[in-house]
């Protein structure tokens, strides 16, 4: 089996690139001023109107990428079927506003896995130790740090989240699923706001990479090992002669 970001059973969802900057305003980030800046396309059209709270601002555009502002942060998300452009959006969106104070950019990835599992039942009854602990335990969860091998010291680890949860299909089933969310964490290096937007626009160039690590980890320490648990649940034919 492949480590391609989606298996036989494995779904991916969806990535964000989140930007921290302290000094950032979400009343700076409308399509006016996007556009103007270069951040977005002059080509792209929105699906809906942009949605202003007094904290945030949310933009949607008919291509699945979204740009929401909110606090000190601003995120560009995608869902995995489009062709990416969320790095190289928020590396426009450094060089267009170099100089507010940055202080770090994350990654994030979501996929489902679903279990046909009762709810709250997968996690502790195939990946945990039974115990007493599991008594009267509604539902579990697990939270792991991934290392890379012969990786640099600067490229991040692998923050790993798998939870349980229950999904509407377009059918109007409802389904359990394993959610696995990945984060990489990228710190701000520099003395100057001219280096710090210089380092972290380089980082931004790990999408891919981060992509790939991410698809490996859940795919061969996960999924296959649900497909095998699948297969072995399967009735076997009793050979007769």
Known sequence: MNDSIESKRFIAQDRAITLVAIDLNPAMMSPDILGYSGVIPTDWEMASDPVYTPSNVQITFTNGVNILAQGHQVIFAEPFEISSQIAALAQQFIRAFPNLQYKGSTLNLRGYL??????????????????????????????????????????????????????????????PIILFSGRYGYAAKGNTSAEIGSYLAGKLDNIQQDTDHYSHIVNSKFVQAHERAAIDRQPKLALTS
């Open 114 to 175: 679903p279990t046909q599992y009762p709810p709250g039942h997968y996690i502790s009854d195939t990946w945990l130790a039974k115990g007493p602990w599991q008594d009267d335990c509604a539902r579990a969860a697990l939270n792991l740090v991934y290392k890379r091998e012969n990786s640099k010291k600067e490229n991040p680890s692998l923050e790993l989240a798998l939870t349980e949860a229950m999904m509407n299909t377009q059918a109007g089933e409802s389904i």
